[in-house]
């Protein structure tokens, strides 16, 4: 049997194939077939003669076997230094034969890559900034889940995520008319406490278009709310779109490129349709890696930017703070011990790492504001990025990855990691329920809501009276 | 027979390791790619360049990069064997004589004591790399018998020529040993993971123009070497 039903080389297209391999819980019909399925050699090969160029082929072959990256990847810290862990070695005994055998290779080793590119590393491109050549495995391993992906050697889940956004433009089963819906509710829902308030859908020229992960319609709508709360607090000219409102990728974890194209596209025709002078997206690191830094990329812009300024939510937060649009009450600034945990995907991918403390300067009393170590640009990954927090097949690994940030965050004494990413925040819920430091984790948006002094005309009439 | 080497042989060696080394650079740089490696190289020349040189400049220095500032001894023992491997071939006095004789040039050099001292670091430090390369687990599952050649490769034509300017032992065959495998050592870096010898600064600058232009403009400074 060279292709299996449910696993097999063809990305996922239609609603039917989705529900096919959804019914098939955890996917354990879809790993039999895995072991099954065959190598298209004559495919990798030209793949490989395509896209491998002189950057990936000379980081391969001019690696000094040095090991300085070992103590980089947290996946070797957390599973004591097993040498299996080592960045080089990891990609060398996949890639690296891959590309050496020039895509002689069989499917136990493809599902040796499949299980080392997705469950020993996320991507979090930290190795890279300790190799004396930038040699960044976070790059490496992200190109190997594409020749993963297009050979059907994908986790079950990311082969879902794929065809979620191949069929819906967005990473969960959440169809415009849901979204559109989603938004009115949200906006009725907050009347009482927030008269006027409105989540305004599809406005042209607006100040900003907001975009947002889908989880959020999916499964935590009151980060809409939460949103939209905050924008009427700052008086802001804002949309959302109807269309393109997804900004997340699991395209990009998935290694589905043309997925990647099609999801991104979505979004900046939104931008063109719409015209807005600029876009936020939510508190989302990969939807930001996605959308803003790479997306360009995909679908081809030769200046490497989206159609439009398009800023992470802790940029337009930062300004919000700075400029006064939304003031702190100095009575309710946090005075617990608090920390920050550092997306890998705007911060050391996008060199956003002053913008987060300039907020905890607005929002932490002086002193309780306590940094990881390491930090900004060096900091480890929460442990679940790059699609691990969601895959099944490697919970176990996730689990003891996490070890580092919990540590970590042990050592800081903070009773409260503000995370302002949806995979990190997931990351260090988990890392709560597995070993329960008791600590609380939080997004900053209801943060903010909580300690924001709200103006007068924009209180609700009745709560005037009763404080009377 | 020494004519000969030191004459036709010597000249296919330079042509080989010229020849080689440009063809390599050219293929490198040719074979970058704005949208596979995702990087606005020629969009952003300023951003561009900025990043490459800080990337290339930090891990020139020692203890430049926080890459170096983790491994603190490790540092020193690369740089005193780099240091060693650079300076003492181009600046030693035997070689300079040899371009003065054919071709009048006149070269700079340092000190014998000196060159030998550099010599002796490199054979030392090589042989500290070699043991850690045995003894770290993180080091020995990524070293192969290639590594330990080219190490080998590259520490001969310093013991050889030690041996030949010292008159210990055979001085006409450590003179021999240390010219061929000297041409062994130059003809390989084109070919082997020795290629860094340009290949860094070809890497580095490509690693630090994907985070001048991409991944870290909205740093200020850039990224954080
Ligand atoms: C310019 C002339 C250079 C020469 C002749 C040179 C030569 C060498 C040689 C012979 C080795 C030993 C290979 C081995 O361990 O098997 C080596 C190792 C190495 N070189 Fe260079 N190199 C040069 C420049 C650089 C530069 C600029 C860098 C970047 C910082 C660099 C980084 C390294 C690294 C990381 C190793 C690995 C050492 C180890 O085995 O642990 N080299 N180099
Ligand atoms: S990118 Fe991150 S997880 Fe992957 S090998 Fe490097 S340090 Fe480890
Ligand atoms: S630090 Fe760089 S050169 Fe050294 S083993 Fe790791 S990837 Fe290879
Ligand atoms: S989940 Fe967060 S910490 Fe982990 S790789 Fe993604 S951005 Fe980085």
Redesign the pocket.
Known sequence: MPEGILCNRTPINTKEQLDAVLADKGGKQYYQEMEQLEVDVEKLQKSLQDTCKSRIRTWLEMC???G?CADSCFFYLANKKDPQQVPSYKILTTLGKIVEKNGNVDTAHMIYCMDTAWGKCTCCNRCGSFC??GIDMGVMFSYLRGLCFSQGFVPWEMKIGSGMHRIFRAQMDVTPEDWVETCEWMAEEQQDEWPGLEIPVDKEGADIMYTVNAREPKHYPEDIAEAAILFHLAGENWTVPSLGWEQTSLTMFAGDWEGCKLQVQSVYEAIERLKPKRVVGTECGHAHRGTVIEGPYWVGREDGRPPAPYIHYVEWLAEALRTGKIKIDPAKKLKIPVTIQDSCNYIRNHGLKDITREIMSYIVEPGYFIEMYPNKEYNFCCGGGGGLNGIGRYRQWRNVGMKVKRDQIIATGAKLVIAPCHNCWDAIRDLEEVYELGIKWSFLKPLIIKMAIIPEHLKPQEEEEEEE | MYNFITGPLLWITFIIFFVGLTVRVVLYIRGLDWRLDRVAYRKYPTLGLKGALSSIFH??VPFGSHGWRAKPLYTII?FI??IG??VTPLFLVGHAVILKERWGINWPTIPMLLADALTIAVMVTAVF?AI??IGLPE?RIITTAY?YF??LL?VLPFFSGFMAAHQFGDYVFWNYTHILSGMALLIAIPFT??F??VG?FLSRAQIGMDFGIKRAYKAKGGFAW
Do not use: G, N, S
Request: hydrophobic share 55%; aromatic share 20%.
């Open positions: 000094a076997h040095c300085l004396p050549y | 891990w020139l690369f064997f780099h491997l650079v790399i850690r390369r080091v590594d080219l190490l590259t993971k020795l860094h010898v860094y």
